[in-house]
């Protein structure tokens, strides 16, 4: 076995040096979330339904391919891999039978990864259930466990699934998400955490259907972990730690009233139904739906349409080969008819809702339930059975753990649960842009101070100007932070999801090779990330070979890959087009409407009109980038960034100013540094060439070295200092810009913005 490379010591990493870490990673990789066998991204319906015969072998990449990615990502600056895998990759053929071509061919990636020095932990990821209800995660039997018939999730809406969308390229932005509030992942959600308790009938095998998925789940991550324990050269080094499930949610548990929507169901799109029509229409029968688009503010009422499912139904006929799979369904629950019907939650003779408080409270003691009970009582008995298993293989493993998104976390400090070796992993991204897919530089919104009720009005949540933007990301994110130290205790922090899209202004630089809204819209996250004073990130997503200016990420519509085969990556070398690239320029065509100079000034009347989706497209005509090396950088500039692999001490902050080309890293030291254990940086040679780098420490000796390992290039700075409070500061290359990162506002007329936007509300 080999020793711990990494530790937590209270809120922070530690390596084998009793050096800090600072976790710096990259998620590997989005197109783990389909097959190679046949290769199946989500526009493509062909073989879809023959979800038994896929393999995942070649995912995230194939070993020959390895090395060039892994070299590609050191070279960047990553010293941490989350590495996604599925339950639909161990076990697409059948409960209990296993890939094992697919789990040595992730061993061998994984011993590659070792040789480049990258921590690793295991992430076993979701979205929306499965790719048969438009997400990833779960094999296709389970649906079928669940008495559910994918094949009719198109007519019924029960999800939305661009694999058999009638035009897949046209498939609506983001709509993916909006499945968590649609009949498949309602019924999916709440029978893997409350089935035993809101569908005591759904028995199988002689388990209640929460048992019998959970137990699936386990075993087959299980498994997987039993297999890279026995390899013998994978425990700890590289595989330091486990995520819990991705992204959990709590599918009908909670709701109060199932004839309304929710108030905290912040994301409405597209067709909307409330659950009780979800499940009308997941039965067969129409139902006129409310519309809504996502604006700027947030989601707005567009309309309604009817959905006509013309009587086909979304759970499976009472002719299904039930035993196909080899289980066995208790008499009890009944196929051809709605299992909320079977509960009496609705009588299908009259089409009459009769329990619609059935999930407001839990049947065992009549408890009232909101989503903050559904973590502590719903949630956390999945995490502990699964931090258990992944204890019993690996004793020491660091276990990343993932409550359900901007949720509050569950309460177990000073408990059992407040396990020493945890992580709190939550996620963040920029709703805004993320679902508008424009940056935004005038104004944005505090999102999690909303959610949280920091504010007496929504109004006041808007922040003006790109610097408040900047530092109200920072303040989310710390927010969420303190948030897990308040309930889960002292953890380290890491988020483990955050990103933005690459295709925003409807591809434009995909058009003319001007990424300057998407260099804005990374540095301020990586800003939030470095001021938050969080533990790290790892960024979404690194696509090996899927991502094209086409179809992105390939993944229902979805671009936020950092590499593309479309583009050029950043040259390793300083020397090649140091002189013109990296341009930020505000009068750039590449940003939003809201850059222009009709919302420069803003006013209520047009404030009010970004509220809306259409206000924020982009107007004008757009002339290709006259500078060639810019071009299809994508982004880079931004996230190959200087950052602290190994401090002697503790960080006390550290941050890259993109626009000044400047790092600042203070730290505070229990005593001088050893010889063999320095604190080190990691520093780009694109932005610190050796002839335009300057350096300035409040004392010690540093240097600065170019390392290398089977093609992966770093330029690592090394600094012998002694104790107490140290600040060392590195200059770089200033390259061409305007003023559209870290511009100072005028405080004045910012505060006449709020004012103006807070009496507009």
């Known amino acids: ?213 959970q137990d699936h789940f386990i075993a087959a991550c299980r498994h997987l972990a039993k297999r890279i324990h026995e390899a013998g050269d994978l425990e700890y080094d590289p595989i330091v730690g486990w995520e819990s499930l991705n992204e959990p949610n709590r599918g009908l548990i909670s709701y109060q009233d199932l004839t309304v929507i929710p108030t905290e169901q912040k994301l409405q799109k597209g067709t909307s139904p409330t659950a009780w029509q979800a499940i009308l229409t997941g039965s067969g029968r129409a139902c006129e739906i409310t519309t809504w688009e996502f604006g700027g503010m947030g989601p707005y009422k567009s309309g309604t349409a009817l959905i006509d499912p013309e009587g086909r139904s979304a759970w499976l006929s009472s002719d299904y080969y039930d035993s196909h799979y080899g289980w066995k369904r208790d008499p009890q629950w009944k196929l051809a008819e709605c299992l909320w019907a079977q509960h009496g939650i609705w009588d299908p003779s009259t089409d009459t809702i009769l329990k619609k408080d059935y999930f407001a409270k839990n049947p065992r003691n009549g408890d009232k339930i909101d989503y903050e009970y559904f973590t502590n009582h719903y949630y956390m008995p999945h995490y502990r059975k699964y931090s258990s298993m992944i204890k019993s293989v690996f004793p020491d493993s660091l276990m990343f753990c993932q409550p359900p998104v901007l949720e509050i976390p569950p309460s177990i400090k000073d408990t059992e649960d407040d396990d020493p070796n945890m992580i709190f992993a939550p996620h963040f991204y920029d709703g805004i842009t993320l679902l508008t897919k424009k940056w935004n530089r005038v104004w944005n919104i505090d999102v999690f101070g909303v959610l949280r009720g920091k504010y007496l009005t929504p109004a006041f949540a808007i922040k003006i100007g790109e610097t408040a933007i900047r530092n109200c990301f920072a303040h989310q994110l710390a927010a969420i932070r303190q948030e897990g130290i308040d309930y889960m205790g002292i953890h380290p922090c890491v988020f483990t999801e955050i990103g ?182 990691y520093l780009p040679e694109f932005h610190f060439p050796s002839a335009n780098t300057s350096v300035e420490v409040s004392g010690g000796k540093w240097t600065i070295s170019t390392e290398g390992h089977d093609g992966a290039l770093n330029q690592i700075l090394r600094w012998w200092h002694a104790e107490g409070d140290q600040t060392i500061t590195v200059k770089g290359l200033m390259r061409r810009q305007g003023t559209a990162l870290g511009m100072e506002e005028d405080e004045g007329y910012l505060a006449q913005c709020q004012r103006q936007a807070c009496a507009m509300m």
């Not at 921590?119 to 466990?145: C, E, I, K, N």
Request: one cysteine or more; a negative charge.
């Open 500 to 681: 933005i899209p690459y295709d925003m202004d409807d591809k434009h630089a995909y058009k003319t090779g001007d990424y300057s809204s998407q260099i804005a819209a990374m540095d301020a996250n990586h800003f939030a990330v470095e001021a938050s004073k969080v533990n790290g990130f790892t960024l979404w997503t690194y696509v090996a070979v899927q991502n094209n200016h086409y179809w992105g990420d390939e993944w229902n519509g979805e671009d936020l890959s950092i590499y593309s085969v479309d583009d050029r990556p950043l040259p390793m070398s300083a020397l090649s087009g140091h002189e013109s690239c990296a341009s930020f320029d505000t009068t750039s065509p590449s940003y939003s409407q809201a850059q222009s100079s009709e919302t420069l000034n803003i006013n209520p009347a047009n404030l009010r009109k970004t509220l809306y989706a259409e206000s924020m497209a982009s107007h004008g005509s757009r002339e290709p980038s006259s500078d060639p090396d810019a071009q299809s950088f994508r982004a880079a500039q931004a996230y190959v960034r200087p950052t602290p692999i190994a401090t002697h001490g503790n960080v006390l902050s550290f941050g890259f100013d993109l626009r000044n080309c400047t790092f600042t890293l203070y730290l505070s030291a229990p005593s001088s540094t050893k010889e063999d254990a320095p604190t080190m940086v």
């Open 1 to 213: 076995m080999a020793p711990l490379r990494l530790r937590i010591d209270g809120r922070t990493f530690r390596d084998t040096d009793n050096r800090e870490v600072t976790i710096h990673g990259i998620n590997v990789a989005g197109d783990a979330k389909f097959p190679t066998n046949p290769n199946q991204p989500s526009h493509v319906a062909d073989k879809f339904f023959d979800g038994d015969n896929v393999s995942f072998v070649g995912r995230p990449f194939s070993v020959e391919d390895a090395h060039t990615h892994f070299a590609r990502l050191k070279g960047w600056g990553y010293n941490t891999i989350r590495y996604i895998f599925t339950w639909e990759a161990i076990e697409a053929a059948g409960p209990g039978r296993y890939d094992e071509e697919w789990i040595q061919h992730t061993i061998s990636v994984l011993r590659i990864a070792k040789g480049f020095g990258f921590y690793v932990f295991m992430d076993p990821h979701q979205d929306v259930w499965s790719r048969f209800s438009g997400g990833s995660g779960a094999p296709m039997w389970t649906l079928y466990a669940c008495g559910l018939d994918p094949r009719s999730f198109d007519i019924t809406e029960a999800a939305l699934v661009q694999n058999t969308y009638p035009e897949p390229e046209k498939f609506p932005k983001m709509i993916w998400a909006t499945n968590y509030t649609r009949l498949v992942c309602q019924v999916m959600f709440t029978l893997f955490f409350g089935g035993r308790d809101f569908a005591p009938k759904a028995i199988i095998d002689g388990k209640n259907i929460q048992d019998y998925l």
